[in-house]
C-alpha cells in the first residue's frame, strides 16, 4: 500500500506540469515551480537536521520515511499494512527506514522533469499556432 500512495503522489507531482498547457491558467503557471522549491527545501532542511543531530549528539537524526507516514496516517492505519508478499514486505521495510530525504528528492525531480516536458509541449503548441498555414 505504501508504494501505491508514493506512485500517486509521485505521478500527481509530475502531472502538475500540464498547467503549463491551459493558457486561461496563468496565475496557476508558476505553481508547479514553487512546489518543486518548496520540496528542495525540505530535503535541503531534513539533511541539515540529520547533519545536526550527527554534530551535535553523534548520530543522525533525520526523519525517517516511516515515522513521517505514521504521524501523517496515525499507528496502524490500514494505509500501512502488510502485505501477504514476503518480498514486498521487505521492500516497505527498507523503504520505510530510509531518510525521508530521499522520497522528497524524487518528488522534487518528477515535479521538474513534468514542468520542462510540459512547457516543451506548451511551447511546440504555440509554434504550431504561429506557423503561417500555407493553402
Do not use: K
Amino acid at each position: 500500500m505504501v508504494f501505491a500512495q508514493i506512485l500517486a503522489l509521485m505521478l500527481l507531482a509530475w502531472s502538475l506540469g500540464a498547467i503549463q498547457l491551459i493558457d486561461r491558467a496563468r496565475g496557476l503557471h508558476a505553481t508547479a515551480l514553487w512546489l518543486a522549491g518548496g520540496w528542495a527545501l525540505a530535503v535541503v532542511a531534513v539533511i541539515g537536521t540529520g547533519g545536526y543531530g550527527l554534530l551535535r549528539d553523534g548520530h543522525w537524526q533525520a526523519l525517517s520515511t516511516g515515522q513521517a507516514l505514521h504521524a501523517i496516517f496515525g499507528e496502524g492505519s490500514l494505509a500501512l499494512r502488510r502485505s501477504e508478499w514476503g518480498a514486498l514486505n521487505r521492500a516497505v521495510g527498507v523503504y520505510l527506514t530510509l531518510d525521508i530525504a530521499w522520497t522528497l528528492l524524487a518528488l522534487c525531480l518528477a515535479q521538474f522533469h513534468g514542468f520542462v516536458f510540459r512547457a516543451g509541449a506548451a511551447e511546440r503548441r504555440r509554434r504550431q499556432r504561429l506557423r503561417p498555414r500555407s493553402r
